[in-house]
């Protein structure tokens, strides 16, 4: 049986140049930031700032995540039949590019003087909805060249790395500033207009440039194929039923629910569960939680690369997830009379375990579509990329409700003009509860997904092998071995 040469030079085709591979990278600073901005203020922009009831705020994302259920699988399909000069994903890339600082604009503008829960929540869920748009018309198509940039794995996960290093940096970036910032506009010390004017202005910019830059210079570089596909909501919904896809999409949405519920609870936990505890002779900030955290999970990417190469993705996945578990279980049950540095320590090892948790879902990815063209015939990566971000937003919405309503139902109480309000015991201990046991329940189903999930680079390689024949309309040459081989991998992976 031919087995294939699992170290088979890569063709000058398929090679990615390093200049590019790092415009690629620095295009990925929105992706890596904006959901991080979203996760760690937004809701409590929403309640503390702008004054909406934590439930009705988290329904401001609910309603807007279920938008995204309508243009997430839409827009991947567009971009999949999308023929123009100009590539298939980025002429939707550039126009999102484009309409970024517009969207942050409506999200925060400064909306506390309407009079109105009513005005607030109807402004609310038409900026959001706006902003959802914008974002998936850049982030959906810009998913799906993390499998067309390269039809070579070993590529691939090479620039998908260097986009990764470029998401890290964001989010720990998006992390820091924003919160700072959220702290010195509750503090007095800026006012809602410097506040408004960075996020806008200096996000926006940020995050446009670089993606508006490989609109024009990263290249699609896998096979466009010839026919075109109509978007059928049964088709779309059965992407779900590819086993390593399935097993993919839970190793995704439960690490980074982790994160967002992490990021969410982040100023509720310093400022209310920490409140009176002193660092360096200050009120301990977001800044000793997150920082550490961020930092830890960027150093633990190299190490997690290494594992990747001699074990296996889904190792390199897993193999951090206890240590994810316990420092939220300790920042959960962090007592004030404990040494206030026991913080930053319990966020480092909590952030050991983030970075290859964080990392491997976007490696894993391309390597799911290469297993669904073994099944179907064709390459479905709009259409997954567009399932993707789906799953996540929708679960990233579902979770942000349900601190909502957790928040409510403890008693939480708001602060819309700068009080200085001591939360009930109840509202603590709800905050602590849903950073720690929602963390470790995520965190069990994300191992248990990762082991089901048996795609390999040795098996990557024969999956090529037999898409390639399937490509060129020559699986009538295959041998009787090698077609027994071919069905063997897709009762196992697909």
Known sequence: MNTGDTHAAVGDADKIPLKEKLLYGAADLFGGGHNTILSIILLYFFTDIIGIDPVLAGTVFLISKLWDAVIDPMLGSVSDNTRSKFGRRKPFILLGAVLIIPA????????????????????A?????????VASLSQVPFMSMSSDISSDFRERNSANLVKLVFDMISAGICFLIPTSLMDALQAGAITQTTFYLVIVFGFGTVFSIPLAAAAFKVKERTPIPEYKTKFDIKEWLSSFKIAS?????????????????VSALALYYVNDVLRGVMLAGKQIGSL??????????????PVCYVIMQKKSKQFAYRVGLPLYAVGAVLLAC?????PSYLIPVFACIMGLGVGGAQMMPWLVFPDTVDVAELKLGYRPTGAFSGAMTFSRTLSTAIAIQLVGIGLKIAGYRQSTSGQDIVQPPSALLAVRIMLGASVVVLLLLAFLA???????????????????HSRQKTDDLLTEEEKEEKQKLLKELC
């Open 288 to 301: 000793y939680v997150i920082a550490p955290m961020m930092v830890l999970a960027a150093l633990i990417i």
């Open 125 to 133: 869920i038409s900026a959001y909805l706006f902003y959802c748009t």
């Open 334 to 338: 962090y007592n004030t009379a404990w």
């Open 450 to 468: 990762s082991m089901k999930y048996k795609v390999t680079d040795k098996k990557l390689e024969r999956v090529r092998y037999f898409n390639e």
């Open 245 to 261: 896809y399935k097993y993919h999409i839970f190793m995704y949405i439960t690490a980074f629910l982790c994160v967002d519920i």
């Open 104 to 123: 942050y604009a409506f999200l925060f503008a400064p909306i506390q003087g309407f009079d109105s829960q009513t005005a607030k929540i109807v402004f």
